[in-house]
């Protein structure tokens, strides 16, 4: 009690001010492991990298077969490891390339006035029966009764919560609109035929954002601005894309794009017309459709990973649940309503399926789990006594570079060669490999620097090495 | 089809190099409204706080009392809203000092050597069979079936999931242990009677450690370790706590404490000793034990609301899972687990019941959702030629302050009195509140700046704002 009362009497009061609830200065962002310092060493990582292919193979044996190069690069590489059937756990270095993609996504979101929300996943029964998608949805849906038998779902989409959110807000003005409300969360889905990875999944992170406009044309100025902020994204992470006009499937409303990543695995069959902007997804064309409907040119087909879907609703979900605003005549009126949806685990999965070679995962710099690896001399080699030197050009970008802090690992398995190290680096795709080789030990010491996402590599000293990461961009 | 073709072309390469990749200019983190600029403004937030006590008590009606004050604070002030019996929508401002609290938490288990990683929600039946927890845990547990009519539950808990997903690693050495293995996702357990709002719902988001030893004494010092770094986080919060005693419940293991915060309204019974450190939650006292089991004293009771849970394991879990390491002599050993949990939601709930007064909101420094609150004059009022001024003070605080940007709130209801909106600041606990009264007409200007978490008014001028602002820490 005497340890307690101490700290009692060491806080000024209960409400102190801000700086004295927060006093104490911030902790590095680096991994230390008890009694090691604060590098951040391979050794120490939970990052299984040494799977064999046999191995691989047997995880997702239960679960389907190995069916993409994303899957079987993630499961061998220690990114994901299988739960349950379309459940995977989500191993670190996936966990901080998801933190990093959720803050562009953030970024992008709130510059354009998009405000973050949190739903729960339970939605009960009665919400969904309200838009008849209690029935609709069929085993797509995971339910489950709590322990007062009442039913709920899984919520795979929250247009239901969101409206009835808003319509619970009673004195709402055209003047507040738009809101913009979205979340990051887990969301469910009973996949008949999990597969592929995280780019089919039961269980997977969304982005999903609902509009809530007061006139027509706000909302599809509203949807333009979404739509802008999915091209701004996918350009900074480096992914070609294609928008093309959709289906509105379940969700329903008026209009409606996908974003697509083309690649071959693609689910999605795409019609895109060479001649003019046009290009579909094939399940909104008739079947005898071969001509562009624009420009009649021939249409050509290719496949997609559906990474993004747009909806424009009107006032479908704000009919059923009163979602009204006060117009500017102060007569209540309906909400125009929107939703955009980005799949988050799928487009990490979708970039490494885009951008890898067969062996090698390469990621969009802006979401490489690390930017950096080190990778010091074997114990016992001729060049050993540039050891330190590696330790030391670690804690060197550390401070000069401050936006590569906690981005850069020593690479401290030094009972195995420098080739053997480069490969698992190269196969895990940190976008710099600086190798201490040879021509360490000259004076002054030049390294060996792998850009892996151009291929190159070149000679650098500790300043070029600096000035070379200094242009990294991390978010 | 050209449109597509123009980005594929203005590509370089797939695999470009990561500034291409990255190549654009990361956006602002402001919040802006479309065509309103970049100023951060309250009219335009999702934040309804306008609700009168009769609506808050009608919209908690279906679901239990309004029996404590965070709750009855949270709905009023529009920071949460009831969507079923103990789940909750996650309004904006909570969504931020939610994010804020969970950076505190990576900075404290990354500090300690924490991994980050992800497991699934659906856990499946087998692996609670194998611990017996399917039967134990009873009603609490949340189940569903699955289209091909297999069991699941929603886990409340992680220990199975994470110890069979370590025994699959089959190489692991003692040399690299331990492993601190932790998650900060959504928990769900089916409360017999949900209430006190976040502090007791039945969905809810909780940090779990899962940390896995070569030996009993390396796991105790694992455990010494995280619970420095739960002291640490609850010093940086400024918030008193108390670790006590505890029993080990469901989880199991042989030892065990919990960090207690001391409140009236706290459902779990402390007994602390006056005269030595001895503090133990009351369940794991016999009725009859009124005096200290350490130096015999009289023990003093008091309550305490559970923030954060730690457990010493042993090979509990790994026994079952057969999670083993080779062992300094190569031979297959069990590793040693402890697990530890933090409440993210309750600490939030918590932190706001013991720090507010019964009508205002009071935050930990480091959490509060927007640091600042700006309010300009009133229009039509006299002071009103001083309006550009807190628009441009909006601008150079965002300049002057770098870590400030996105933390500065334009309160423009400026149809409202300074007064009026004063009220509503107090209410919501920016721990700055300034506002440009009768002094902004002087030359030069002076502002009045209330420091909410102390409860001072003083006035200062532009440069003095700046320098008081830049002293605030922001995670």
Redesign the interface.
């Known amino acids: ?4 009362l101490t ?2 009497r060491a ?1 000024p009061t ?11 200065v ?9 009694g090691r310092g604060k590098r951040l060493l391979l ?4 990052q ?1 990298q ?1 799977l064999r292919e046999d191995q691989v193979l047997s ?1 997702e044996g239960r679960s389907g077969d190995l069916t993409c190069k994303s899957q079987r690069l993630m499961l061998q590489v220690g990114l994901i ?1 299988p ?2 059937p379309g ?6 270095y ?3 390339a ?1 933190e990093k993609l959720v803050r562009v996504i ?3 979101m ?15 029964a009665e919400l969904w029966r309200a838009t008849n998608r209690w029935d609709l949805m069929g ?1 797509e849906l ?3 009764r ?2 007062h038998d ?1 039913e ?1 779902c ?1 919520g795979p989409t929250h247009e239901e ?1 969101v409206t009835a ?1 808003v319509a ?2 009673k ?1 709402l003005s055209y ?2 609109l ?2 913009l ?1 979205y979340q990051v ?2 969301k ?1 889905r ?1 996949e ?1 035929r999990p597969r592929f990875g995280l780019l089919r999944g ?2 997977f992170y969304m982005k999903d954002m609902y509009t809530f406009d007061s006139s027509t044309e706000a909302a599809q ?2 949807y333009s ?1 979404v739509c802008g902020a999915y091209r ?1 994204l996918f ?4 992914l ?3 928008k093309v006009q959709a289906d509105v499937g379940s969700i329903g409303g008026t209009m409606s794009h996908e974003f697509q990543l083309p690649v071959d695995v693609g689910e999605d069959r795409l019609a ?8 579909a997804n094939m399940e909104t064309l008739g079947l005898s459709q071969m001509n562009c409907p624009v420009c009649q040119g021939p249409l ?1 087909e290719t496949r997609g990973i559906e990474v993004g879907h747009t909806f424009y609703l009107g006032t479908k979900y704000s009919s059923i649940f009163n979602a009204r605003f006060a117009n500017v005549h102060g007569k209540p009126s309906l909400a125009e309503m929107g939703c955009y949806g980005l799949g988050v685990t799928r487009i990490l999965a979708a970039a490494i399926e ?2 890898s070679t067969e062996d090698c995962i ?1 990621w ?3 979401l ?1 789990p690390y ?1 950096v690896c080190l990778i010091p001399p074997k114990r016992g080699s001729k060049e050993m006594a540039a050891t330190e030197l590696m330790g030391s050009l670690h804690d060197h970008i550390a401070e000069a570079v401050p936006q590569l802090q906690g981005e850069v690992l020593l690479d401290d398995r030094t009972h195995l060669t420098i080739g053997n190290r480069l490969k698992d680096a190269n196969k895990l795709g940190y ?2 490999v600086i190798i201490a080789g040879k021509r360490a030990l000259e004076d002054p010491s030049y390294l060996e620097v792998w ?1 892996q ?4 590599m070149v000679f650098l000293n500790k300043e070029g090495v600096v000035e070379l990461l200094s ?3 991390v ?1």
Not at 87 to 92: E, K, S
Not at 272 to 279: A, H, R, T
Not at 453 to 456: H, I, L, S
Request: with cysteine; charged share 15%; hydrophobic share 35%.
């Open positions: 009690m005497e340890g307690l700290r009692w806080l209960l409400v102190a001010c801000s700086r004295q609830l927060s006093g104490c911030p902790c590095s962002l680096h991994h230390c492991a008890p050794s120490r990582m939970f299984p040494n995880q490891h739960a349950s459940c995977y756990h989500l191993l670190p996936t966990v901080r998801m953030d970024q992008e709130q510059a354009i006035g998009g405000q973050k929300v949190n739903m729960p996943s339970l939605s009960s085993k995971l339910r489950l709590d322990r009442k709920y899984l919560a959110l619970s807000q004195t003047k507040q738009p809101f409300l969360t887990r469910f009973d008949p039961r269980e100025q509203t601005l701004s350009n900074r992470l480096g070609p894309f294609v895109v017309c060479p001649g003019c902007n046009f290009s050509t885009v951008l390469r969009p710099g802006l490489a930017q976008p710099f850009c996402n151009t291929g190159e242009t990294v961009q978010v």
